[in-house]
């Protein structure tokens, strides 16, 4: 039996652990559960503090044949100079409804952004796509770059954000991560001629042109907390092949999404599959010849399928 206190983790104590996470095995493993209805996904919900002191965002989540629920806590605590912001998951068990691990999530949520990533682009991009660009080039990029860099044999790499060619300390980081990647002028100059395009930043506004993107191309956007983020301009998802994390509650939070629907006619509908339904091969994979769009919101799921890693290394049951 288990004791009714659970194990609590520090970020020092979650960092020292990332290395040895099966986190890809989690997440493809709570989105084919999650495509047979056996894990449950409400909407994020955001409270508001009184007197203006901040909010904090909830992910929850609910894995049936896992056995565990939980939620993710990220608070934006206002003060006199920059805000604090924290993030702390809580991991319980079905059967018996005790707690099993709160963790501090900071680190945790960027692995499972990338990871989630990761898992669109092994089922999306074409198994010869050998040409890889970046935009981004910080914590969150460079863990997108570690978990598909073994994905397929990319023989060119190509990465860019602004002030990149000048920051000597960030291109040797990048250069111990990929020895032969190489730092581009523009997003654009990146993009050319690439099989996949992953966006990773924290802009609020488009970061791409539409004429950057090939025929063939598959781009990924991840979320920020800027009010209707998008990273990719909105226009674009009327000429493009639509897929998202999950299509029950990824329109409603995508910026990207939302102005499209407001200002161009793009519908919800015309999303394709999301991840829940093409690890179950209930969704086509993206036809030659029209670039492809994969949007994560990040999920309460992902948080919940995260700390399950960190428990199972733990347990040593990895």
Same mark, same amino acid.
């Given at each position: 039996?288990?004791?009714?206190?659970?194990?609590?983790?520090?970020?020092?104590?979650?960092?020292?652990?990332?290395?040895?996470?099966?986190?890809?095995?989690?997440?493809?493993?709570?989105?084919?559960?999650?495509?047979?209805?056996?894990?449950?996904?409400?909407?994020?919900?955001?409270?508001?503090?009184?007197?203006?002191?901040?909010?904090?965002?909830?992910?929850?989540?609910?894995?049936?044949?896992?056995?565990?629920?939980?939620?993710?806590?990220?608070?934006?605590?206002?003060?006199?100079?920059?805000?604090?912001?924290?993030?702390?998951?809580?991991?319980?068990?079905?059967?018996?409804?005790?707690?099993?691990?709160?963790?501090?999530?900071?680190?945790?949520?960027?692995?499972?952004?990338?990871?989630?990533?990761?898992?669109?682009?092994?089922?999306?991009?074409?198994?010869?796509?050998?040409?890889?660009?970046?935009?981004?080039?910080?914590?969150?990029?460079?863990?997108?770059?570690?978990?598909?860099?073994?994905?397929?044999?990319?023989?060119?790499?190509?990465?860019? !954000?602004? *002030? =990149? %060619?000048?920051?000597?300390?960030?291109?040797? &980081?990048?250069?111990?991560? #990929?020895?032969?990647?190489?730092?581009?002028?523009?997003?654009?100059?990146?993009?050319?001629?690439?099989?996949?395009?992953?966006?990773?930043?924290?802009?609020?506004?488009?970061?791409?042109?539409?004429?950057?993107?090939?025929?063939?191309?598959?781009?990924?956007?991840?979320?920020?907390?800027?009010?209707?983020?998008?990273?990719?301009?909105?226009?674009?998802?009327?000429?493009?092949?639509?897929?998202?994390?999950?299509?029950?509650?990824?329109?409603?939070?995508?910026?990207?999404?939302?102005?499209?629907?407001?200002?161009?006619?793009?519908?919800?509908?015309?999303?394709?599959?999301?991840?829940?339904?093409?690890?179950?091969?209930?969704?086509?994979?993206?036809?030659?010849?029209?670039?492809?769009?994969?949007? !994560?919101? *990040? =999920? %309460?799921?992902?948080?919940?399928?995260?700390? &399950?890693?960190?428990?199972? #290394?733990?347990?040593?049951?990895?």
């Amino acid at each position: 039996m288990r004791k009714n206190t659970p194990t609590i983790l520090n970020a020092d104590q979650v960092a020292g652990l990332i290395g040895k996470l099966d986190l890809a095995a989690e997440l493809r493993g709570m989105f084919v559960e999650l495509g047979q209805k056996q894990a449950m996904q409400p909407a994020q919900t955001v409270t508001l503090f009184p007197e203006d002191r901040g909010d904090f965002i909830t992910y929850l989540g609910a894995q049936g044949q896992s056995g565990v629920f939980g939620a993710k806590l990220s608070p934006y605590l206002v003060t006199e100079g920059k805000p604090i912001i924290t993030a702390w998951t809580l991991l319980l068990s079905m059967e018996t409804g005790e707690p099993l691990l709160l963790c501090d999530s900071g680190q945790l949520t960027t692995e499972r952004t990338a990871g989630t990533t990761a898992l669109a682009v092994d089922l999306l991009a074409s198994p010869k796509a050998a040409s890889l660009a970046i935009i981004g080039s910080g914590s969150v990029a460079q863990a997108h770059y570690r978990h598909v860099m073994d994905l397929r044999e990319w023989d060119a790499v190509k990465i860019y !954000s602004p *002030g =990149l %060619g000048s920051d000597t300390a960030r291109q040797d &980081q990048w250069r111990d991560l #990929c020895k032969d990647a190489v730092f581009a002028d523009s997003a654009e100059a990146a993009a050319t001629n690439a099989d996949v395009v992953m966006l990773c930043t924290s802009s609020g506004r488009p970061v791409i042109a539409n004429s950057a993107i090939g025929p063939n191309t598959l781009v990924t956007s991840i979320s920020t907390n800027v009010a209707q983020a998008h990273e990719v301009n909105p226009d674009w998802l009327s000429t493009t092949q639509v897929y998202c994390d999950y299509r029950a509650t990824t329109p409603n939070v995508a910026g990207e999404m939302i102005l499209a629907a407001q200002d161009f006619g793009w519908k919800p509908d015309e999303i394709r599959g999301d991840l829940a339904e093409l690890t179950n091969d209930l969704a086509p994979k993206p036809e030659a010849g029209k670039p492809s769009f994969f949007r !994560s919101v *990040g =999920l %309460g799921l992902e948080d919940i399928a995260a700390a &399950q890693a960190v428990l199972r #290394c733990l347990e040593g049951t990895t």
